[in-house]
């Protein structure tokens, strides 16, 4: 079993930053493959950028791509997501998901195990 907790959401102002963290409890935190999601209102959730196992391979949404960037601590069971430059249309519910899969199935949407959320809201 694995435990995610996410932290760092919040209000932002359009063009701002913030940083989430997703804490992960549980051994073998380095066999699974990390991601994160988002949920908007009355949206399906998406995709929005992984890590693989080892953090030589990340992977970005074209919306988020140059402007996220993801990375992870295998010794600290951690991995983060800073946002920087931010739009109106990245307000979600952020979610930290932990994947031992491949990363075509984790594009569609799949994981093992997924966080409770933290919202985040950019204001225009």
């Known amino acids: 079993q694995v435990q995610l907790v996410e932290s760092g959401g919040g209000l932002v102002q359009t063009g701002g930053s913030l940083r989430l963290s997703c804490a992960a409890s549980?051994?073998?935190?380095?066999?699974?493959?990390m991601a994160w999601f988002r949920q908007a209102p009355g949206k399906e959730r998406e995709f929005v950028t992984a890590?693989?196992?080892?953090?030589?391979?990340?992977y970005y949404a074209d919306s988020v791509k140059g402007r996220f960037t993801i990375s992870r601590d295998n010794a600290k069971n951690t991995v983060v997501l800073q946002m920087n430059s931010l739009k109106p249309e990245d307000t979600a519910v952020y979610y930290c998901?932990?994947?031992?899969?491949?990363?075509?199935?984790?594009?569609?949407?799949?994981?093992?195990?997924w966080g409770q959320g933290t919202q985040v809201t950019v204001s225009s």
């Open positions: 998901a932990a994947a031992d899969r491949t990363i075509a199935a984790i594009f569609r949407g799949e994981s093992d195990y």
């Open positions: 890590i693989a196992r080892g953090g030589g391979f990340t």
């Open positions: 549980g051994r073998s935190f380095s066999q699974y493959v």
